[in-house]
């Protein structure tokens, strides 16, 4: 079993539709969560860092950590065909090493 | 966040010589920087860990003799694959973390193709 399990999609979506991308992870000793967006052959951007369980928002995007069920979501709202790119989460348990999922393609579509 | 530059963004180059790959952070001193190999629609890859001023740890099954890494400075690190062979093409990418945090930033990536 991997450490940390992502769907690769592809999903795709029409434009303003709400977009949940989930991660889930079998180490529970997890603390440091994130969430990168990559577009294509391009490095992967850093979007949210959240610590330990919870919600975090920032403009169109929300972060959820839910360390009871080892499950992570980022909810993006009012998608938008720029959204378009792979979303990789990530995840770190007090060593510097982040793990990542293997990534989700999105598609907003006009 | 923390801007980091890589060089070249992409090169070609003949089997058997050897390849330079520079990561620079732009707007801070970075004592940690990361090497990360991606292939197609696959996930990043840790290949080592750059520490400034001392010797880089490397991810179990990563040859240190083929992947040379230099941390020079708190503003680049360099990665050199020595003797490439076409499996070694890939998109190599670095990152570099800011100092009390674990948020990594990454560079734009460098492609390598080996004919």
């Known amino acids: 079993q991997k450490e940390v399990e992502q769907d690769p999609g592809p999903l795709s979506v029409p434009e303003g539709a709400i977009v949940s991308l989930n991660c889930t992870y079998s180490?529970?000793?997890?603390?440091?969560f994130m969430w990168y967006r990559q577009y294509s052959r391009k490095g992967p951007e850093l979007l949210m860092y959240?610590?330990?369980?919870g919600n975090k928002e920032d403009g169109r995007f929300t972060a959820q950590v839910d360390k009871s069920s080892k499950y992570i979501s980022l909810f993006i709202r009012d998608s938008q065909p720029s959204d378009s790119a792979t979303y990789l989460c990530?995840?770190?348990?007090?060593?510097?090493?982040?793990?990542f999922g293997t990534g989700t393609r999105l598609q907003v579509f006009p | 966040g923390a801007v980091v530059s890589q060089h070249p963004s992409r090169v070609i180059c003949k089997s058997g010589t050897s390849v330079k790959i520079e990561c620079r952070s732009l707007?801070?001193?970075?004592?940690?920087m990361f090497w990360y190999r991606q292939f197609p629609k696959k996930s990043l890859m840790l290949m080592a860990t750059?520490?400034?001023?001392?010797?880089?740890?490397?991810e179990q099954g990563v040859e240190k003799d083929k992947f040379l890494i230099n941390h020079a400075s708190l503003t680049l690190s360099t990665l050199t694959v020595t003797s490439a062979h076409p499996e070694d093409s890939s998109f190599y990418i670095c990152?570099?973390?800011?100092?009390?945090?674990?948020?990594?930033?990454f560079g734009p990536g460098t492609r390598l193709t080996v004919t």
């Open positions: 707007d801070f001193q970075a004592t940690t």
């Open positions: 990530a995840m770190s348990y007090n060593t510097d090493k982040l793990i």
């Open positions: 180490n529970s000793a997890f603390q440091y």
């Open positions: 959240t610590y330990s369980s």
């Open positions: 750059s520490n400034e001023g001392s010797k880089a740890t490397y």
């Open positions: 990152s570099v973390q800011l100092a009390g945090s674990y948020e990594q930033y």
